[in-house]
């Protein structure tokens, strides 16, 4: 067996794959030790080619999995995850890459803790740095984020919301290693056919984890690309609800899984913070705004999945709060968008980085 399966999907990432690939060739634990699944989501450049290369080069640790069409992230992941049988399980996006030492750090953390999940730190690396350093860059190997390091054992309610609003996870699947076993055994997916597919995997198994590890160390390095899939997309208005349609799914998952009556007011919190209040701000930052009837109907489902929200601990002790009210209870007509982004814009220098 292998020690880890890393799943990437890859879409028109010709220009980037490679350094992707050999940061992973060079990792410390040795690549025979990795499975790592590639899959082309129906690129049209020639990235296809570099997997191949990849491929026959490493066979025994490298499978290409190419789509005839385009399926987005979401649908690519659920089903790379189906060929693979490492013992650990580890996502990366094609144009990011992973410090010489990284997977060895954290395969020896989860192994020497049990945790079920290890997350760990990224770092924004820009485009003119890539440019400078060019390929020597995945040899940096600074680390260090002057923090310790945090084991996290869950046990009650109050160790869950720490772990949500504690600043000790983010909703990100590519800054974790997940045992194999627990992500089977929750059967845990991602929405499909969306941009904003990820919280639907990551949600759940934060809400299922019982033993978590945050390594306060630099391990990855994130491609600060404005030409990325993230920020083409985040500028198409066809995706402006995608945020909303993974959260329903949630929603919908913390209604079979039981969440809503174990844990109410962590529910609660949890939706109208990532419905609502993300679904505006994301999109606002992307340069997107809703018209009249799509902020009414952030309001009206919030309200109806959730009407006591006003009176939720969680939410009253976040800085957004005293938005929180005021935006879900504006009348707002075609007249009253610009009141309404008015007032957002307000709430956005009050919150800061906490969407």
């Known amino acids: 067996m292998k020690k880890i399966s890393l799943l990437i999907p890859v879409y028109n990432t010709a220009d980037h794959i490679d350094r992707c690939m050999l940061s992973l060739a060079r990792q410390t634990i040795g690549i025979q030790e990795l499975e790592i699944v590639l899959i082309n989501d129906a690129s049209t450049d020639n990235s296809l080619d570099h997997l191949y290369a990849w491929e026959k080069e490493f066979p025994e640790s490298i499978i290409v999995i190419n789509l005839d069409e385009n399926v987005k992230q979401g649908a690519a992941r659920n089903l790379a995850l189906s060929y693979v049988t490492g013992e650990y399980v580890a996502y990366l996006d094609s144009d990011d890459w992973l410090v010489p030492d990284a997977l060895e750090r954290l395969y020896l953390k989860a192994k020497e803790t049990g945790a079920e999940i290890v997350a760990y730190l990224s770092k924004d690396v820009s485009v003119e740095e890539q440019r400078l350093k060019g390929d020597a860059i ?3 190997d600074d680390t260090d984020s002057g923090m310790d390091d945090e084991y996290l054992r869950i046990r009650n309610t109050g160790d869950r919301i720490l772990l949500f609003f504690g600043g000790r996870s983010q909703r990100g699947c590519w800054d974790k290693l997940y045992k194999r076993d627990f992500v089977t055994k929750h059967r845990l997916k ?4 969306v941009f904003d597919e990820e919280s639907l995997f990551t949600i759940p198994a934060l ?8 390594m306060n160390s630099y391990l990855h390095r994130y491609s600060d690309n404005p030409l990325g ?14 945020n909303e349609i993974t959260w329903m799914q949630v929603y919908d998952l913390f209604k079979k899984e039981n969440f809503l009556k174990k844990e109410p007011e962590l529910c609660e919190a949890l939706f109208v913070h990532n419905y609502f209040n993300r679904s505006l701000i994301k999109n606002h930052v992307a340069g997107l705004k809703y018209d009249a009837d799509g902020i009414r109907h952030l309001q009206k489902t919030t309200k109806r999945l959730f009407p006591g929200y006003m009176d939720n601990p969680i939410l009253r002790s976040m800085r957004s709060f005293p938005y929180i009210g005021k935006l879900l209870n504006m009348k707002t ?7 309404f982004y008015a007032t957002l814009s ?3 220098k009050v919150v800061g980085n906490e969407v």
């Open 207 to 214: 809400m299922h984890v019982k033993d978590y590890y945050l």
């Open 333 to 339: 007509d075609e007249s009253g968008v610009e009141s």
């Open 229 to 242: 899939t993230v920020s083409n997309l985040s500028q198409k208005m066809e995706h402006i609800h995608d």
């Open 346 to 348: 307000e709430w956005e």
């Open 138 to 140: 995945i040899l940096e």
């Open 190 to 193: 991602y929405a499909e056919g």
